[in-house]
């Protein structure tokens, strides 16, 4: 679906690359977690991937579509949706439904049909109630959940999601991240997400690690967070769980190393303890 | 403090006013404005006020509403008049040194009054019963043959309406920045002008920084939604001109003929 090949980018020429020898193929259906410190060029790979930047090297492919194609743009970005990190900035119009009508008004769909699908894609984030409604009155996961279904109106096959919960409470994260786990499992749409929060990466199928604009990691969240070590090498956390049975296990415990939620960490130690 | 403004006062409903086609709505306002200009006496104003009477009504905007406009421009209003009352050359009723008081004064000076009135009443009637979305598509569409002629008529309807969009969140930032340089000690409230002036600046200084921020931000999600220009761009909520466009317009080009015929009794 979508696949690199030594991408490589530099935001001026004379500058060193913000991010090199990226070489990844994500598949049809997946849930990708993108990890990395700030400043380790996450935001920059993913505006590589519905052709807002274009390689500098390298190159980088939508199902076969070449980004540099200027005449596939439109094609590729309303495969390749993202969505940001501050929904009051991604939010056009003054009416939710007009917000989410946005993209379909701009790619000349009729007006009967955009009607559908609007509906549609605020039944899929469960907004429905909230049509008429002023956006800016919204909370802060309500207004995420419209940024999804504007960008869901175009049926892409893909969302690409930056940090859109660094500016949620835990509520509106946990009703972003449920809504992308939906759409993942029932309307089978590729997610790749960016994310601080380590909690959220569990959830994947695959994560990514970066690194000074390389991926140095790459695996199932168990893979990747039972190298404790490794991630706070470069600066990450894990999982509190993870984090807790990596203590126990230095205190000479004999406990699992890849628990990753509350939910097995309960069974591990009961068993422990018991 | 800053949430309580209101911008575009728009009073939702479902009326016939309301369901009137947005750019139909702008002329007609336009042609009501161009006939309380052309009433020559009060036989006219007679008919006016029954008509804007009416309009409101089935508008189902509370007349308290509508009047509401009127207040702040009262002091306006009674100057404009005491101005012609005593500035109108004519048959003189009464003198006090300097000060004539003319039988054409008084005439022209309530003339004045009601003009205002009604000129005031016919727009925020407009604006109370058109969502600021319809509004800004309605120019877009009143505007259109300007566009033949180069005018970026789409551009400029997308200006005002994301404005209009960010007015609610630039003005909660804006709130959110003083209450954070108050909690400092800045002082918004005392001092000269030029004082409260200077410290705006701490105000102003992050809260530009921000709105480029955003602007920037903007444009991206606006790319990535395949936003490029008004070109063969459709709408969610089509316009139609529909029937009770029609009946609108046959009622008020009546309601002109009315007037017309009115001014030649007196
Ligand atoms: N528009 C730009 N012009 C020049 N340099 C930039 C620009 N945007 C980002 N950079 C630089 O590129 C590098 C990678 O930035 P990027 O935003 O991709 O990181 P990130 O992993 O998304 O970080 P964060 O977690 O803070 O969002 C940083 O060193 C940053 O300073
Ligand atoms: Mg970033």
Redesign the pocket.
């Known amino acids: 679906m979508i696949k690199t090949k030594n991408l490589e980018f530099k ?2 020429v004379d ?1 060193d690359p ?2 090199k020898n990226i070489n990844i193929n994500i598949k049809k259906g997946e849930f990708v977690a993108v990890l ?11 505006k590589h991937f519905n052709a807002i930047l274009l390689p500098s090297g390298g190159a980088v492919y939508i199902r076969g579509m070449d980004t540099r194609n200027e005449n596939l743009l439109y094609e590729i970005r309303r495969e390749i949706g993202m969505v940001f990190q501050n929904p009051d900035n991604q939010i056009v119009a003054t009416i939710v439904e007009e917000d989410v009508a946005f993209a379909l008004e701009n790619l000349g769909v009729p007006s009967q049909e955009i009607r559908k699908t609007v509906d549609w894609a605020l039944e899929t984030v469960g907004m429905s109630e909230y049509k008429k409604h002023a956006p800016h009155l919204l909370s802060g996961g309500q207004k995420q959940r419209i940024a999804i279904a504007g960008i869901l109106a175009m049926k892409p096959e893909c969302i690409v999601l ?2 859109p919960t660094a500016m949620l409470d835990p509520i509106g994260r946990g009703e972003v991240i449920n809504t992308l786990k939906r759409l993942n499992k029932s309307e089978e749409i590729t997610i790749i997400l ?1 994310t ?1 929060n380590m909690d959220e990466a569990v959830f994947a199928h695959r994560v990514l690690v ?1 690194n000074d ?1 390389e991926i140095i990691k790459e695996g199932t969240p168990a893979d990747v967070f039972s190298d404790v070590e490794g991630m706070k090498s470069v600066g990450l956390d894990v999982p509190q769980v993870t984090e807790l049975m990596y203590e126990l296990r230095k205190e000479g415990i004999d406990v699992p190393q890849d628990v990753l939620t509350i939910e097995q960490a309960y069974e591990v130690l009961s068993e422990v303890l018991c | 403090m800053l949430k309580d403004i209101t911008l575009g006062q728009y009073f939702p409903g479902n009326s016939f006013i309301h369901r009137l086609d947005a750019m139909i709505k702008l002329i007609l306002s336009a042609v009501y404005l161009v006939i309380i200009f052309l009433i020559k006496n009060f036989y006219g104003y007679g008919l006016l006020a029954a008509f804007t009477l009416f309009t409101i009504i089935i508008s189902t905007v509370p007349l308290k509403f509508v009047l509401k406009g009127i207040k702040p421009l009262l002091w306006f209003i009674i100057f404009t008049a005491i101005l012609n009352l005593f500035m109108t050359g004519g048959t003189v009723i009464w003198q006090f040194g300097f000060l004539k008081l003319t039988k054409e004064g008084i005439s022209f000076a309530v003339f004045m009054m009601l003009r205002i009135v009604f000129l005031v009443l016919g727009t925020s009637l407009l604006t109370y019963t058109t969502s600021p979305i319809a509004l800004t598509d309605g120019i877009e569409r009143l505007l259109t043959p300007f566009g033949k002629m180069g005018l970026p008529t789409h551009e400029l309807a997308m200006m005002m309406s994301i404005a209009l969009r960010f007015i609610p969140t630039l003005l909660e930032e804006t709130d959110k920045i003083m209450k954070a340089q108050m909690a400092r000690g800045a002082d918004f409230q005392s001092g000269n002008l030029i004082k409260r002036a200077k410290a705006l600046i701490p105000l102003l200084v992050p809260l530009f920084i921000s709105a480029f921020r955003r602007a920037d931000e903007l444009a991206i999600a606006m790319e990535c939604r395949c936003y490029r220009g008004g070109k063969n761009r459709t709408r969610l909520n089509e316009s139609k001109i529909g029937y009770p466009d029609i009946i609108a317009c046959v009622f008020v080009l009546l309601f002109a003929l009315a007037i017309i015929s009115v001014n030649k009794a007196g």
């Open positions: 935001y001026n500058l913000v991010i990395g410190h700030n400043g380790s060029g996450k935001s920059t790979l993913a930056d940090e960016i601080h970066m604009g």
